[in-house]
Nanobody, 114 residues
Framework: QVQLVESGGGLVQPGGSLRLSCVTS????????MGWYRQAPGKQRDLVAS???????NYVDSVKGRFTMSRDNAKNTVYLQMNSLKPEDTAVYYC????????WGQGTQVTVSS
């Protein structure tokens, strides 16, 4: 059973920054593309960023230029650096393979509010 543990969320003012982390328990992490997903209240869970095993990244238009995804294969960890946060970024953030392969973790809440 693969475990995904997200952390780093919190309450931040508009324009602020957060860095999310996600540790996986699988050694197959290194050969999988990974994604960061988010789910706002009442909405579906959507992919916002992805990274290939070779660290090529892709982002949805709404976060381009503000979010940066990276990975550390030695630590089985992916990161999401979020800058210039907006209220519309408020959501629970999750990581998983891209496309998703494993059971979802508990996520980490990001709230952007003044």
């Amino acid at each position: 059973q693969v475990q995904l543990v997200e952390s780093g969320g919190g309450l931040v003012q508009p324009g602020g920054s957060l860095r999310l982390s996600c540790v996986t328990s699988t050694s197959r992490f290194r050969v999988n593309a990974m994604g960061w997903y988010r789910q706002a209240p009442g909405k579906q869970r959507d992919l916002v960023a992805s990274i290939t095993p070779g660290s090529f990244t892709n982002y949805v238009d709404s976060v381009k230029g503000r979010f940066t995804m990276s990975r550390d294969n030695a630590k089985n960890t992916v990161y999401l650096q979020m800058n210039s946060l907006k209220p519309e970024d408020t959501a629970v953030y999750y990581c998983n393979a891209q496309p998703p392969l494993w059971n979802w973790g508990q996520g980490t809440q990001v709230t952007v509010s003044s």
